[in-house]
């Protein structure tokens, strides 16, 4: 006790605490984490023997913990030292994956299989699951060109192009139904697992071969009902705008533009004053001195030098923010018999154009019910339906996508105001607000029915039936603007073909809806023998039925713009109907082996049959196995266990087929309707038909065959974990040119099954987690990976190989013509011109500024030869477009319930060639692709000559 200054103050006693930590196996544990419990800031961590001292209150409990396994909590005792055993995480150990039509422990998968927490969707507030699953999973590519437009989806692609025709996109299903990604609400998902190689995939067959993506959405659990709402708010900010030259930097440049081209400057000197002093004060300068009275305002000073203005016109179009709203609720729970999980969700997103009413909603609604029965039969309903509506003036009988195209177009010495205070027909805007507008609505109910049934002792049988119904309803109103004149006394239509095709009013509908229909019949037994070898054994039926139905019909001078109706027009009218249906049938098969988790084999079958293919062609068997050794399970791997937790390396070789390239009636000629014709007779413009293409009667299935290596690992208890795997894939019987046929065949000769591509890659993850003290947990990793392709047959004649496939093209080739930098003086000028034949190139000599390009052939000429393979001239391969080194660095960090987390992903390699009537890019060119950017006004002169 002390007493001082009249206070008396208690001096806890303090103890030693001292011992080591060991793991399941006996070995000392480094880094465990060792903590007085009530005081989180006193603690320490093992040593590389697993010792620790720690000096702790009289009495206290010290809580030892360690990645991949259980926490414990021990009782101090002085003057003892503790000798503590740390039991496995069996939640680890245990940790499932799902795969194809059942699910399996992690530590004894085969394949190569990638998974994606559903709880780490949450975190990402983005449109739909599709979106968010950027950068989650390496080799998973997703194309947002559309990004920024309300309602946009992706496409996916999983370790790069796979055939020909560019739609080898991953299988996706939904709680074991196949599903667009996009429709399902990001906060109903469980998890995700990634099914990349063939080991994985080949039981799904016909639509496996190029990935599968298994979604599983939420289910209720045993309990009280338990009711969540999350709401999320954002914005969408468009990036990366191009800044516009003002009007006096553009006059400029294309005076020089003008004069390197040998034509008189179109600005002169009084105009640029007058650009610049419009820029500087606009005051008492008039926009519109040059026009003549009543003169139409269509069109007004376009492509000429008259008028005056300062226009950005990204500025004048594009809002700074565009608010998205996301709302969801569930309500889950049940008792012992039975479980519920039912959830709504509504997203809303508002378009960035500033003078476009562009809006997009979606409304989610999903319900999952489970009955316990019996203790042998239990039931299961399933319902998802989606419901979308998108309003925007763009899209098939409204405005056009070359709006974007003529966004840049314009000149910025224009006004956008005409005399009378209206918007200009130049500025865009009156097409954007004349009342034209379109209606995308979509409805998407999927329902699936399900028993499971258990006989016996693990022996399970599982039987589903899924209808789906999708519907699209379409309609387009086009209503040209009335541009005022310039007097403002009359009015012209605004027709301007880039835009608003067509010079009339028109009304536009059309509906689209599907049915689809699967079923579902497997069963699986698993048993042991000699408690050392455990197999597996699942054999199934699936048969799945598409059918599509379309109707289209347009109608021009419409009588009422505000009432509109099909039948209400007097001009031209347009009918299109599509039909067709197709469907598959498959048996399957697998048996899954191992010996006491340490020797681990799996053997996948499927025999499949598709009606896309002639009778005799229909059927394919598609087969393929995988090896797995988990080393750290051989005894002679103890030694290494207090620094290695997991050590595992797996073979897998498969072979799948895929029908989605070929036609839906491969075996019959069709013909295509076209029910409005250019010409005219007695009665009018009049439909036709084409006449059927020749069919190649003996098409059948594409091929894939997919080769895997692959090591997981683990480090201190697996705190720290990866992978890397390498794979090729060969695609075959690829759809291509037939070899070359005799002129008198007469018809075009189809395509027959000769092409084939190859594939490979590799991909590599890495994720530390630990702990600092008992609180605050934390993780690091990322991923990094890589694909290539490239075509190994093709019978084509090699013709303009940069753009046809060819025996050896990789995927993404560019062609180019090499250069050695930029022509600086007259005299090189002269020297360049007397040396080569440009005319190819141009019929104008080159001048200082000029490009100039190499020869590489040496027959001095700067040309691509014969344009065939073998013969290019001057022309070869400068770059490549495929995506190269796709990484993501995530992180997270979390304390008492709140958590920060961050990813950042990207491409580490990707070459673009813009084409050459891409002004965006080159600038200024004819004198209607006008486009000057800021980047555009560092052209080479005789005072700025910097090199290429």
Same mark, same amino acid.
């Given at each position: 006790?002390?007493?001082?200054?009249?206070?008396?103050?208690?001096?806890?006693?303090? /103890?030693?605490?001292?011992?080591?930590?060991?793991?399941?196996?006996?070995?000392?544990?480094?880094?465990?984490?060792? /903590?007085?419990?009530? +005081?989180?800031?006193?603690?320490?961590?093992?040593?590389?023997?697993?010792?620790?001292? %720690?000096?702790?209150?009289?009495?206290?409990?010290?809580?030892?913990?360690?990645?991949?396994?259980?926490?414990?909590?021990?009782?101090?005792?002085?003057?003892?030292?503790?000798?503590?055993?740390?039991?496995?995480?069996?939640?680890?150990?245990?940790?499932?994956?799902?795969?194809?039509?059942?699910?399996?422990?992690?530590?004894?998968?085969?394949?190569?299989?990638?998974?994606?927490?559903?709880? =780490?969707?949450?975190?990402?507030?983005?449109?739909?699951?599709?979106?968010?699953?950027?950068?989650?999973?390496?080799?998973?590519?997703?194309?947002?060109?559309?990004?920024?437009?309300?309602?946009?989806?992706?496409?996916?692609?999983?370790?790069?192009?796979?055939?020909?025709?560019?739609?080898?996109?991953?299988?996706?299903?939904?709680?074991?139904?196949?599903?667009?990604?996009?429709?399902?609400?990001?906060?109903?998902?469980?998890?995700?697992?990634?099914? $990349?190689?063939?080991?994985?995939?080949?039981?799904?067959?016909?639509?496996?071969?190029?990935?599968?993506?298994?979604?599983?959405?939420?289910?209720?659990?045993?309990?009280?009902?338990?009711?969540?709402?999350?709401?999320?708010?954002?914005?969408?900010?468009?990036?990366?705008?191009?800044?516009?030259?003002?009007?006096?930097?553009?006059?400029?440049?294309?005076?020089?533009?003008?004069? #390197?081209?040998?034509?008189?400057?179109?600005?002169?000197?009084?105009?640029?004053?007058?650009?610049?002093?419009?820029?500087?004060?606009?005051?008492?300068?008039?926009?519109?001195?040059?026009?003549?009275?009543?003169?139409?305002?269509?069109?007004?000073?376009?492509?000429?030098?008259?008028? %005056?203005?300062? =226009?950005?016109?990204?500025?004048?179009?594009?809002?700074?923010?565009?608010?998205?709203?996301?709302?969801?609720?569930?309500?889950?729970?049940?008792?012992?018999?039975?479980?519920?999980?039912?959830?709504?969700?509504?997203?809303?997103?508002?378009?960035?154009?500033?003078?476009?009413?562009?809006?997009?909603?979606?409304?989610?609604?999903?319900?999952?019910? =489970?009955?316990?029965?019996?203790?042998? %039969?239990?039931?299961?309903?399933?319902?998802?339906?989606?419901?979308?509506?998108?309003?925007?003036?763009?899209?098939?009988?409204?405005?056009?996508?070359?709006?974007?195209?003529?966004?840049?177009?314009?000149?910025?010495?224009?006004?956008?105001?005409?005399?009378?205070?209206?918007?200009?027909?130049?500025?865009?805007?009156?097409?954007?607000?004349?009342?034209?507008?379109?209606?995308?609505?979509?409805?998407?109910?999927?329902?699936?029915?399900?028993?499971?049934?258990?006989?016996?002792?693990?022996?399970?049988?599982?039987?589903?039936?899924?209808?789906?119904?999708?519907?699209?309803?379409?309609?387009?109103?086009?209503?040209?603007?009335?541009?005022?004149?310039?007097?403002?006394?009359?009015?012209?239509?605004?027709?301007?073909?880039?835009?608003?095709?067509?010079?009339?009013?028109?009304?536009?509908?059309?509906?689209?809806?599907?049915?689809?229909?699967?079923?579902?019949?497997?069963?699986?037994?698993?048993?042991?023998?000699?408690?050392?070898?455990?197999?597996?054994?699942?054999?199934?039926?699936?048969?799945?039925?598409?059918?599509?139905?379309?109707?289209?019909?347009?109608?021009?001078?419409?009588?009422?713009?505000? #009432?509109?109706?099909?039948?209400?027009?007097?001009?031209?009218?347009?009918?299109?109907?599509?039909?067709?249906?197709?469907?598959?049938?498959?048996?399957?098969?697998?048996?899954?082996?191992?010996?006491?988790?340490?020797?681990?084999?799996?053997?996948?079958?499927?025999?499949?049959?598709?009606?896309?293919?002639?009778?005799?062609?229909?059927?394919?068997?598609?087969?393929?196995?995988?090896?797995?050794?988990?080393?750290?399970?051989?005894?002679?791997?103890?030694?290494?266990?207090?620094?290695?937790?997991?050590?595992?390396?797996?073979?897998?070789?498969?072979?799948?087929?895929?029908?989605?390239?070929?036609?839906?009636?491969?075996?019959?000629?069709?013909?295509?309707?076209?029910?409005?014709?250019?010409?005219?007779?007695?009665?009018?413009?009049?439909?036709?038909?084409?006449?059927?293409?020749?069919?190649?009667?003996?098409?059948?299935?594409?091929?894939?065959?997919?080769?895997?290596?692959?090591?997981?690992?683990?480090?201190?208890?697996?705190? %720290?974990?990866?992978?890397?795997?390498?794979?090729?894939?060969?695609?075959?019987?690829?759809?291509?040119?037939?070899?070359?046929?005799?002129?008198?065949?007469?018809?075009?000769?189809?395509?027959?099954?000769?092409?084939?591509?190859?594939?490979?890659?590799?991909?590599?993850?890495?994720?530390?987690?630990?702990?600092?003290?008992?609180?605050?947990?934390?993780?690091?990793?990322?991923?990094?990976?890589?694909?290539?392709?490239?075509?190994?047959?093709?019978?084509?004649?090699?013709?303009?190989?940069?753009?046809?496939?060819?025996?050896?093209?990789?995927?993404?080739?560019?062609?180019?013509?090499?250069?050695?930098?930029?022509?600086?003086?007259?005299?090189?000028?002269?020297?360049?011109?007397?040396?080569?034949?440009?005319?190819?190139?141009?019929?104008?000599?080159?001048?200082?500024?000029?490009?100039?390009?190499?020869?590489?052939?040496?027959?001095?000429?700067?040309?691509?030869?014969?344009?065939?393979?073998?013969?290019?001239?001057?022309?070869?391969?400068?770059?490549?477009?495929?995506?190269?080194?796709?990484?993501?660095?995530?992180?997270?960090?979390?304390?008492?319930?709140?958590?920060?987390?961050?990813?950042?992903?990207?491409?580490?390699?990707?070459?673009?060639?813009?084409?050459? +009537?891409?002004?965006?890019?080159?600038?200024?060119?004819?004198?209607?692709?006008?486009?000057?950017? $800021?980047?555009?006004?560092?052209?080479?002169?005789?005072?700025?000559?910097?090199?290429?």
């Amino acid at each position: 006790m002390v007493v001082e200054s009249g206070t008396m103050n208690a001096v806890q006693q303090k /103890v030693e605490a001292k011992g080591i930590v060991y793991d399941a196996t006996g070995f000392p544990v480094i880094g465990a984490s060792v /903590v007085e419990k009530g +005081n989180s800031t006193n603690g320490v961590i093992t040593d590389l023997d697993g010792n620790f001292t %720690l000096s702790v209150a009289k009495n206290a409990v010290i809580v030892i913990s360690y990645m991949g396994y259980q926490t414990q909590e021990v009782q101090v005792t002085p003057g003892k030292i503790l000798n503590i055993t740390l039991k496995e995480d069996n939640q680890v150990l245990d940790e499932v994956v799902v795969v194809g039509y059942g699910v399996q422990k992690k530590v004894n998968l085969t394949g190569s299989v990638a998974t994606v927490e559903g709880e =780490t969707l949450e975190q990402r507030p983005l449109a739909n699951a599709t979106q968010s699953l950027q950068g989650m999973v390496p080799g998973l590519y997703i194309d947002n060109t559309n990004a920024g437009r309300p309602g946009a989806t992706s496409s996916l692609q999983l370790r790069g192009q796979g055939n020909l025709s560019g739609d080898a996109a991953p299988y996706v299903l939904v709680d074991g139904v196949e599903m667009d990604l996009a429709d399902v609400n990001p906060n109903d998902i469980e998890n995700i697992s990634v099914l $990349k190689d063939a080991a994985a995939s080949s039981i799904y067959g016909a639509r496996a071969a190029y990935g599968v993506i298994l979604v599983t959405t939420k289910k209720g659990k045993e309990g009280k009902a338990r009711v969540s709402y999350q709401a999320t708010l954002g914005w969408t900010s468009p990036m990366s705008l191009p800044e516009m030259a003002n009007a006096y930097e553009f006059a400029t440049y294309f005076n020089q533009a003008c004069e #390197n081209a040998g034509m008189v400057k179109q600005y002169g000197v009084e105009k640029l004053e007058q650009l610049q002093q419009y820029i500087n004060d606009p005051t008492g300068l008039d926009p519109w001195a040059e026009l003549t009275p009543g003169q139409s305002m269509v069109a007004a000073f376009e492509n000429s030098a008259k008028g %005056l203005g300062n =226009t950005d016109y990204f500025d004048l179009h594009y809002k700074d923010v565009a608010f998205k709203q996301n709302h969801n609720v569930s309500v889950s729970g049940g008792g012992e018999k039975a479980q519920y999980y039912i959830s709504g969700g509504m997203y809303k997103e508002d378009g960035l154009l500033r003078y476009a009413d562009i809006g997009y909603k979606r409304f989610n609604f999903s319900s999952n019910v =489970t009955s316990k029965v019996t203790d042998w %039969l239990k039931l299961k309903v399933n319902t998802k339906y989606m419901n979308s509506d998108n309003e925007t003036p763009f899209g098939t009988g409204a405005l056009s996508e070359g709006f974007y195209h003529s966004l840049a177009r314009f000149r910025p010495t224009v006004s956008v105001v005409d005399p009378n205070g209206y918007f200009t027909e130049l500025s865009m805007i009156p097409y954007l607000q004349s009342g034209t507008k379109t209606n995308t609505e979509n409805n998407n109910l999927t329902m699936t029915g399900g028993l499971e049934l258990e006989p016996l002792k693990d022996w399970h049988i599982f039987f589903d039936y899924t209808y789906r119904y999708n519907t699209r309803d379409y309609w387009a109103l086009k209503v040209l603007p009335q541009i005022p004149n310039a007097s403002g006394d009359s009015y012209d239509i605004g027709t301007r073909a880039e835009i608003a095709d067509g010079a009339s009013n028109s009304y536009t509908r059309y509906d689209m809806n599907n049915q689809y229909q699967s079923v579902n019949l497997y069963t699986n037994y698993s048993f042991s023998l000699a408690d050392k070898h455990n197999f597996t054994v699942m054999l199934g039926y699936q048969e799945e039925y598409y059918k599509y139905k379309y109707l289209y019909d347009s109608v021009t001078d419409i009588l009422s713009t505000s #009432n509109p109706s099909l039948e209400m027009a007097s001009g031209d009218r347009t009918v299109k109907d599509t039909r067709y249906a197709w469907a598959t049938r498959g048996y399957f098969g697998r048996i899954n082996y191992d010996f006491m988790g340490r020797y681990l084999v799996e053997v996948n079958g499927r025999y499949d049959g598709s009606s896309r293919f002639a009778k005799g062609n229909r059927w394919g068997f598609f087969p393929s196995v995988s090896l797995g050794w988990n080393i750290m399970r051989e005894s002679f791997m103890e030694k290494t266990q207090d620094v290695l937790s997991n050590l595992k390396l797996r073979v897998s070789w498969g072979l799948l087929g895929n029908q989605t390239g070929a036609a839906y009636y491969t075996f019959a000629s069709t013909m295509d309707p076209t029910s409005l014709g250019n010409w005219y007779f007695q009665n009018g413009r009049e439909g036709y038909l084409s006449p059927g293409s020749v069919v190649d009667s003996n098409t059948t299935w594409e091929k894939v065959e997919h080769k895997n290596i692959g090591i997981d690992f683990g480090f201190f208890g697996n705190a %720290l974990t990866g992978s890397f795997d390498v794979f090729q894939r060969d695609t075959r019987d690829m759809l291509g040119p037939s070899v070359a046929l005799a002129d008198f065949f007469g018809a075009v000769a189809p395509e027959t099954n000769n092409a084939e591509m190859r594939n490979r890659g590799w991909e590599l993850t890495l994720q530390w987690r630990g702990k600092i003290g008992k609180d605050i947990d934390y993780s690091i990793g990322g991923s990094l990976s890589d694909a290539t392709s490239e075509v190994t047959a093709y019978e084509g004649d090699g013709s303009d190989p940069s753009e046809n496939w060819y025996k050896g093209k990789k995927v993404g080739e560019i062609w180019g013509y090499r250069a050695s930098g930029l022509i600086q003086t007259q005299e090189e000028a002269d020297a360049y011109n007397s040396t080569y034949d440009l005319a190819y190139l141009s019929g104008q000599k080159w001048m200082p500024g000029d490009v100039k390009y190499v020869d590489l052939n040496g027959d001095n000429k700067i040309n691509n030869g014969t344009n065939t393979v073998g013969d290019m001239g001057d022309m070869t391969v400068i770059g490549n477009t495929t995506p190269r080194y796709q990484y993501t660095i995530n992180g997270s960090i979390s304390w008492k319930g709140l958590s920060l987390s961050l990813m950042f992903q990207g491409v580490g390699k990707r070459d673009w060639c813009p084409a050459m +009537n891409t002004s965006y890019f080159w600038g200024s060119g004819a004198y209607a692709q006008v486009t000057v950017f $800021k980047e555009h006004l560092d052209y080479w002169t005789p005072e700025n000559p910097d090199e290429l």
